[in-house]
């Protein structure tokens, strides 16, 4: 597969319902498990449609996460750069930097964490109050909270938040003139090597430096390289999810008045709106066989480049009954939203608890929270690596 097909389905692909995935991901999944699109770069790539199949992709050791390798296919403008990213990578140099990481983002470093988001969760409440209504709560929530939770994370001081959240937000936005994308880059870099510097702190980054810098387990660039990941995962995927799932549940009163009731069917809520909405999509999913292969009906070639599609998998009628319908008491904790297999999202066990106390804080103290437009009158993002919204006016 070296070169386009002509008529293939090409990426990105226009989404004419924001409470679903593009409509040409439900024909190609019952088309095929696996079917050729094209890159919006003009290069080919399997598109992977099926859940399924997108387990078989995201675990099987044929298929590599190492864009770096000469096997695969590049366009011209390929925007893909080798920058040394852990993810990707394949093991055993992946599971170098999982490991140093799971040390810090597993369950229990996350359950210890749990009060600094709660303060975190309130604070920005407050201030959403303090601003009175009508606010835009995508603005002053749903990508403040995450921003904070970073901030927490990584040691950064009050006085910094604001330069810190200016900067991921210009990072988040794939139509920002090129030069002001560089130029946040460089400021986020040259302060995490700060961060770096001030290894006896007790931040996560400052742990790390501290224990792995001295040992050689970890070089200065990829600490700050690594840092530098998490801060773009870790914030517009929570960020799209509050703001997502908020407008979800309020279109959903039944269900919504059910969760304020009873608050354990909270996980579950999580869980599905992951599932619903599955934010990270086809960028998130980038990968290159090594070797010849079949899946399903596709012969694949080493060399040929796949992209999973998440939000196509997630609403897959074999894995998922009524799987167009939004339900907080489905079962859907196998979903694909944060991957799954070697590469599954190393980030998952915090972005799941700050979801949930993200959730269970607006909706304990804001009861009467609700939307100040209409729903057909907001703008959603299609301008970012993530589906989401640009803003959210809401009363209370």
């Known amino acids: 597969m070296s070169t386009p097909e002509h008529g293939t389905p090409a990426f990105p692909m226009a989404r004419t319902c924001p409470f679903a995935p593009p409509d040409e991901y439900r024909r190609m999944r019952a088309t095929a498990p696996v079917v050729r699109a094209t890159l919006p770069n003009g290069a080919p790539v399997w598109a992977v449609t099926r859940y399924a199949e997108a387990r078989q992709i995201l675990s099987d050791p044929r298929i590599s996460s190492n864009t770096g390798r000469p096997e695969r296919p590049r366009g011209p403008d390929d925007d893909r750069p080798d920058d040394g ?26 359950d210890a964490m749990r009060p600094v988001l709660q303060r975190v969760a ?34 950064v001081p009050a006085a910094d938040h604001a330069f810190f959240e200016s900067r991921l937000r210009m990072l988040s936005v794939t139509s920002m003139d090129p030069s002001v994308a560089a130029q946040a880059s460089k400021d986020v870099r040259d302060y995490l090597r700060e961060l770096v510097r001030e290894a006896g702190s007790g931040s996560m980054i400052g742990r790390l430096a501290a224990r792995h810098l001295p040992t050689g387990e970890l070089t200065t660039d990829e600490l700050v390289n690594m840092g530098f990941l998490m801060l773009l995962a870790g914030y517009d995927s929570p960020a799209n999810t509050i703001s997502l799932g908020l407008l979800t549940l309020l279109r959903h009163p039944a269900q919504l008045a059910a969760l304020r009731a009873d608050p354990g069917l909270l996980p579950g809520a999580i869980e599905e709106l992951l599932r619903f909405h599955s934010v990270q999509d086809w960028v998130s999913f980038d990968r290159i066989a090594t070797e010849d292969m079949e899946v399903g009906s596709a012969r694949i070639r080493a060399g040929d480049r796949l992209t999973v599609l998440a939000a196509s998998a997630n609403r897959d009628v074999r894995a998922f009954e009524n799987p167009d319908e939004f339900d907080i008491r489905r079962s859907a904790h196998h979903h694909v939203a944060f991957g799954h297999g070697v590469h599954q999202c190393v980030g998952a066990n915090l972005a799941r608890a700050e979801l949930r106390i993200a959730f269970a804080t607006l909706l304990t103290r804001m009861p009467a929270l609700r939307l100040a437009v209409g729903w057909e009158e907001l703008s959603f993002a299609d301008d970012a690596p993530f589906f989401g919204l640009h803003a959210m006016p809401v009363a209370w």
């Not at 930097?97 to 799971?102: D, E, G, P, S, V």
């Open 85 to 110: 990213f852990f993810v990707d990578l394949d093991p055993p140099e992946h599971s170098r930097f999982r490991r140093l990481l799971i040390s810090e983002l597993g369950a229990r470093p996350m």
């Open 122 to 155: 309130d604070t920005a409440i407050d201030e959403l109050l303090e601003a009175g209504a009508p606010a835009d709560l995508v603005a002053l929530y749903a990508r403040r909270f995450p921003a904070r939770v970073l901030c927490a994370l990584f040691g």
